[in-house]
């Protein structure tokens, strides 16, 4: 999908309103045009022949076509605001669906990015059906003016039909340029955006790691990088618009010297001269509106072009098969994906298993390759669920089957419950469990609303402790078959710590046939009740055995885990 098809798609969805629009702004645009050729007439019919009948029907015929004029734009402008907002909702859904689609989307823009082309995009590429309505409007008066003035002289009539298309042409030379100033300036607003979203959602641990002034440098840099966009853009539309403008008012004061040439000789008569001023000015207004469309449609390609970023974009993971797992054996064999290199790991149904990553980079390249989320065509080697390798596999069956926690995980606005229910239906007795297993009963009984307190956005109205512990509960919740844990317990004291080692053991492997848990991790609590541990160094498993017996004949293991 590119930017020109989703504009061809945005006038077919709202065609209807865009031309019931048009004919609305026409007739204004006829009305208009109809003033200054009525009051030629009163002139000419009703004053020169001190006609006072004549006057009254004058004044009222003039009345009614100022209020035909007055609703006919009122009711073409209330008609195209409804499809332009109903528009830019329906592409801020389309969007937002293609963002969140399980199989991801294939894209560079960042969160912020996403954020920006969802909103401000999908407005401004909603503003083609005001261009091309006002277009239209626009063409209806200069082409009733040019006819208006063909009556009265025909050279006055020739020189605006001439004059007005010659116009459009050289200014329309311009149009690729504003183009693409306008998308290079819509890119650096939006990538200034997006990096000021992902400062703020991450302020704590920039204030943590005390990288506070480095932040502020680069948000400056890229502030200032999108200033000059701005600015650049600003001198264009500035130069466009002055040169439009001094030539729509040269073609105007051109055609009213002329008349007043006209008049002098005698050519026409001073009714004639009245309509023709009056339509000389009037006329200014059409041409610098279609001057000016241009620069605006401009702004409208350079947003659909942002939009057909997302909307044209490939889906991360193919559309895979249909088949659902007949075991829950997950087995990784050569894996090579960022760090890992020739990554094997196997994990038995029922297993708890730990893997220890002496390179931080290790236990993320491999929870994000276990999250199925990443295309096989960006890493080497395998991954299976039951024999059965991901692109075999129906995306929903394997989401069912796996289900991998991130250390960085985000709550949302809403409640305790909300958020680790996540939409299913779940009594309290059915959460008694899972909030036990992860330690986050505390969390609940500490307010007065238990369950049903509320949490702000991202989580901020709870501790880094309680966030984790929710998160936690949220994924223990699924109860799916195979869980992968990264760092579960980062921000939890020693106590919790061992609280929550016991409540995923009794929780997910006390009966038979026990669920499948992976933890990646370095708490010697959670390892201490793994019936296996993989010790990982740069990208591959280096060695295996269980805590016990890794914590005291691997010096590399009880460094990592015991120090």
């Known amino acids: 999908m590119t930017g020109s098809a989703i504009l061809r798609r945005t006038v077919r969805r709202q065609r209807a ?108 590429t909603s503003w083609i059906l005001d261009v091309i309505a006002r277009t239209a409007a626009a063409i209806t008066a200069t082409v009733v003016c040019a006819v208006a003035l063909l009556v009265i002289d025909i050279p006055l009539g020739i020189a605006v039909l001439v004059g007005t298309p010659l116009i459009m042409f050289v200014l329309q030379r311009a149009a690729p340029l504003l183009t693409r100033t306008a998308t290079a300036q819509q890119a650096e607003v939006a990538r200034v955006s997006g990096m000021a979203t992902d400062f703020v959602s991450g302020v704590r641990p920039l204030r943590g790691i005390g990288a506070e002034n480095a932040a502020s440098a680069r948000f400056a840099a890229s502030s200032a990088a999108a200033l000059n966009a701005t600015m650049k853009m600003a001198r264009a539309n500035s130069i466009y618009r002055g040169f439009s403008t001094t030539v729509s008012a040269l073609l105007s004061v051109g055609i009213a010297g002329a008349a007043g040439l006209f008049a002098l000789q005698g050519r026409i008569s001073v009714g004639e001269l009245i309509t023709v001023i009056g339509l000389s000015q009037f006329v200014i207004e059409p041409l610098t509106t ?75 390249a491999l929870a994000a390759l276990l999250s199925g989320q990443i295309s096989p065509d960006d890493y080497l080697g395998t991954v299976t669920v039951g024999g059965l390798g991901v692109d075999e596999l129906g995306l929903t069956e394997l989401r069912r089957t796996v289900l991998v926690e991130p250390h960085n995980t985000d709550l949302f606005a809403g409640t305790v419950r909300t958020n680790i229910t996540a939409g299913r239906d779940r009594g309290d007795d059915e959460l008694a469990p899972v909030l036990a297993a992860s330690a986050a009963t505390d969390v609940v009984e500490m307010h007065e609303s238990g369950l049903d307190h509320a949490v702000t956005d991202r989580g901020a109205s709870l501790s880094g402790g309680q966030r984790q512990r929710v998160a936690l509960a949220r994924a223990l919740a699924v109860c799916a078959p195979v869980l992968v844990l990264h ?53 591959r498993v280096v060695a295996e055995g269980t805590h016990h017996e890794l914590a005291t004949g691997d010096d590399r293991y009880e460094e990592a885990v015991l120090r």
Do not use: N, W
Not at 492 to 504: L, S
């Open 290 to 364: 279609m001057s000016r469309l241009p620069g605006m449609a401009a702004v409208v390609r350079g947003s659909a072009d942002r939009l057909a970023l997302v909307l044209g974009a490939d889906h991360v993971l193919p559309e895979g098969g249909s088949a659902a797992p007949p075991t829950t054996r997950l087995v990784v064999d050569g894996a090579r994906y960022r760090s890992l290199d020739g990554f094997f790991m196997t994990a038995a149904p029922g297993e708890m298993l730990g893997v220890v990553a002496l390179r931080a980079q290790d236990g993320e």
């Open 17 to 124: 309103r865009m031309i019931f629009s048009s004919l609305f702004f026409c007739a204004h645009q006829f009305c208009e045009t109809m003033v200054p050729v009525a009051i030629g007439l009163i002139v000419a019919r009703a004053i020169d022949t001190g006609d006072g009948s004549a006057m009254i029907v004058s004044l009222f015929g003039l009345a009614a076509l100022f209020v035909v004029l007055t609703y006919a734009y009122r009711f073409g402008a209330r008609i195209i605001i409804v499809a332009i907002e109903r528009e830019a909702h329906m592409m801020r859904v389309e969007v937002a669906a293609r963002a969140l689609h399980p199989r991801g989307v294939r894209t560079e823009l960042v969160s912020g990015e996403l954020l920006s082309v969802s909103t401000s995009d999908a407005e401004k």
């Open 487 to 539: 760092d579960p317990t980062t921000a939890v004291d020693a106590v919790t710590e061992h609280a929550i080692a016991a409540g995923i053991t009794e929780l997910r492997h006390s009966g038979v046939g026990g669920q499948t848990t992976v933890l990646i991790t370095t708490s010697p609590a959670l390892l201490a009740v793994t019936d296996r541990v993989l010790l990982v160094d740069d990208g």
